[in-house]
């Protein structure tokens, strides 16, 4: 053991009323020993940066807590080592999600131009082609579904809250919403395939089945976040109104409404940002193509999520005599990089709404 | 109702609010006839597929050992991620909670929101692309060390694209929605457990121990519940990253995947005949129940003790 000089120094403390304890800068020291150690390991037996980085956690979270068992006593040595899981976790975590972020970033920027973003996929082989196609269909298809999923949603709330308190339709609604944030999204497609294989006959392949699949999915959503703002309007604020003679649907539409605005509008986009990412139910309803279509009820229409898994799964080859990485694996990276764009972007519209509306009735105090 | 108050003439209903308070209801009801709607579509259009000639279920030969291995694959899968996913979530969950300096948790837990709004297919790219590969030589390592593990009895796979491999891609996308839950409930533990915790000369690992895990359990529980929802029915990162084969089989290395219900409908939908295609509706009919299932559980155990912890 390499810890009984340590030993003999700290007797005399542990003689005292205070408790022996690891010096500030054990966490230091150990974490340079672990290091050094795993670093030599990796350059003498050849291991890979990875495998060399791994042992090097393993020996700091092994080590902490060895060395605060002898110095500190078992409750401490317990204590170092769930810090050092914890603290473990956070970066084990984060590394492949920034190696995911980094990789597209890196292979998504190189692909993207202006005749990326402009061009459609017709006619292409090899080398070129672009998202537009895709870029449009994603967005007829997703607002198709925001224009269902909206008004549905938002009655829905304001029944639950407004109208139903405490009712049966009520209770069994609330059940029938958490139900349907378990639905998995490929069923919600299977759903919307089989609604329009029962109208028009097995073969149809439309945009608009993709926007009653996707509805589907943000129905619940919509209903969650706007049933909490609704709630979150004090009651005083409606009896004014009604004190004043106000009808209770003028009351919903011109004071409820309002002060719940900002958090209803953030709760959509957040939805709206959830569902365009969806790739199964689109996949199988929405079908896939090479042209630009921007009718939703005829034909088959291409969407960004459709787009990078056809170009995923069949890529293509590389152009004759050349090596390389078939290219339909960058178009794909580079849509990847525009659809997370879009996601990110909806998601900060949603942030910065909360920011504008949620202070006011603060400021107003 | 409505009526008999207006006859007495005492409060007058206006006809905004009866068209207001019907079309509210009408809402409400349509997402009930929307999930009724899921469920019958799916038995009327699903039931043809039950009963199919034997060709249809090739190469298994009735619909029970077509849909077996499947129903196996998207369990396994989801065991896998989850086994992976639920000690790091909870770290990370204690590490927004009660570990990182305040300053910075609240970015992180903002960062960890914003990675579930990625969309799966990307996910799907990077585990195909990226992890598949740099997954070979662990594999390898798993086989030559830990074969004696029905998990890791290989041969293993050259190309990466392994369960292990669908697993660990599925893992990082319940992780956010694990943790997101998993920290909102931490996060309101009383204060006063805690100091009293504390107070008592508790180490920070104990107080957690004491005080914040049993309240928080119930909440943990559905973040997992929830977190295997998703895993589930996650359709396009298992597509993207396994190549599949109908077999019922413990070995996570392997290049025979089952493929989970969700994946093999998106990879044979393109070329399926109206026969096929209602095959393939009842093993989303399939899925469909599972899912409710568990959902239902999850709610039943969190029910129970919440009620638990009011008592």
């Known amino acids: 053991m390499t810890t009984t000089p340590l030993d003999h120094d700290f007797e005399s403390v542990t003689a005292g009323l205070v408790q022996p304890q690891l010096p500030r800068w054990a966490a230091v020291l150990i974490g340079a020993m672990a290091l050094a150690v795993a670093g030599l390991l990796t350059m003498v037996m050849g291991w890979s940066v990875v495998g060399g980085a791994i042992l090097a956690g393993l020996l700091f979270v092994i080590g902490m807590p060895t060395w605060s068992r002898v110095v500190e006593g078992g409750r401490a040595a317990a204590d170092r080592l769930a810090t050092c899981l914890v603290w473990g976790a956070f970066v084990a975590v984060l590394v492949p999600l920034i190696w995911l972020v980094w990789l597209v970033l890196k292979n998504g920027l190189g692909a993207i131009s202006l005749s990326f973003l402009n061009e459609s996929m017709r006619g292409v082989v090899g080398e070129g082609g672009g998202i537009y196609h895709a870029l449009m269909g994603t967005l007829l298809v997703t607002l198709a579904a925001t224009v269902i999923s909206v008004p549905i949603g938002l009655f829905t709330a304001i029944y639950l809250v407004e109208y139903g308190k405490g009712s049966r339709l009520a209770r069994v609604t609330t059940f029938l919403v958490d139900v349907m944030t378990g639905i998995p999204s490929i069923v919600a497609g299977l759903f919307a395939l089989a609604l329009l294989v029962l109208i028009f006959g097995p073969a149809i392949r439309i945009g608009f089945g993709g926007s009653i699949a996707l509805a589907l999915l943000m129905i619940p959503t919509v209903v969650r976040s706007a049933e909490e703002m609704l709630r979150l309007v004090p009651s005083d604020l409606r009896e004014a109104s009604y004190a004043l003679g106000v009808p209770k649907w003028r009351t919903i539409v011109k004071v409820v409404m309002p002060t719940a605005f900002g958090g209803i509008v953030t709760g959509i986009v957040l939805a709206i940002s959830r569902v365009i990412g969806e790739t199964a139910p689109l996949l199988i309803v929405a079908g896939a193509t090479d042209s630009v279509n921007m009718n939703l009820f005829n034909g088959r229409m291409m969407t960004l999520p459709v787009y990078i898994f056809s170009q995923y799964s069949s890529p293509g080859v590389p152009a004759f005599g050349t090596d390389g990485p078939p290219p339909g694996y960058a178009r794909a990276w580079g849509a990847a990089l525009v659809l997370i764009g879009i996601v990110m972007i909806l998601n900060l519209a949603a942030r910065i709404l909360q920011k504008i509306y949620a202070p006011k009735s603060d400021r107003r105090r | ?311």
Do not use: C
């Not at chain 2, 209903?13 to 799916?42: C, E």
């Not at chain 2, 805690?194 to 690992?205: I, S, V």
């Not at chain 2, 004491?210 to 929830?226: C, D, N, R, T």
């Not at chain 2, 969700?262 to 070329?271: F, G, T, V």
């Open chain 2, 1 to 311: 109702m409505l009526s008999s108050t207006e006859a007495t003439g005492k409060p007058v209903v206006r006809l905004g609010d009866r068209l207001f308070s019907g079309t509210a209801r009408l809402a409400a009801m349509l997402i009930m006839v929307a999930l009724a709607g899921v469920a019958v579509f799916l038995v009327v259009e699903g039931l043809p597929g039950l009963s199919a000639p034997a060709d249809i279920y090739r190469p298994a030969d009735d619909f029970w050992s077509y849909v077996g291995p499947l129903v196996w694959g998207t369990v396994l899968a989801a065991v896998v991620a989850l086994v992976i996913a639920i000690p790091f979530s909870v770290g990370l969950a204690l590490f927004i909670s009660h570990y990182a300096p305040p300053r910075i948790a609240g970015p992180i837990a903002y960062v960890i929101d914003l990675l579930a709004a990625i969309p799966s297919v990307v996910y799907g790219l990077w585990g195909g692309l990226a992890l598949a590969h740099w997954m070979t030589p662990s594999i390898n390592w798993l086989y030559d060390n830990l074969g004696f593990i029905p998990f890791f009895a290989g041969p293993p796979s050259v190309t990466g694209r392994t369960m292990l491999t669908a697993g660990i891609v599925l893992s990082i996308m319940v992780i956010p929605i694990t943790t997101a839950i998993s920290r909102e409930v931490f996060a309101q533990t009383p204060r006063l457990h805690e100091e009293a915790a504390m107070a008592l000369g508790a180490t920070r690992w104990e107080t957690i121990r004491l005080a914040v895990f049993p309240y928080a359990k119930s909440g943990v529980v559905s973040g997992v519940m929830l977190g295997l929802g998703r895993a589930l029915g996650e359709t396009m990162a298992v597509a993207m990253v396994l190549s599949a084969t109908p077999v019922v089989t413990l070995n996570l290395i392997s290049n025979s995947n089952p493929a989970t219900i969700a994946s093999n409908i998106a990879a044979n939908y393109k070329e399926a005949t109206p026969d096929r295609q209602s095959l393939l509706i009842a093993t989303g009919l399939v899925l469909f129940i599972v899912t409710f299932v568990v959902n239902f559980i999850a709610r039943l155990i969190v029910a129970r003790s919440e009620r638990n912890v009011t008592r």
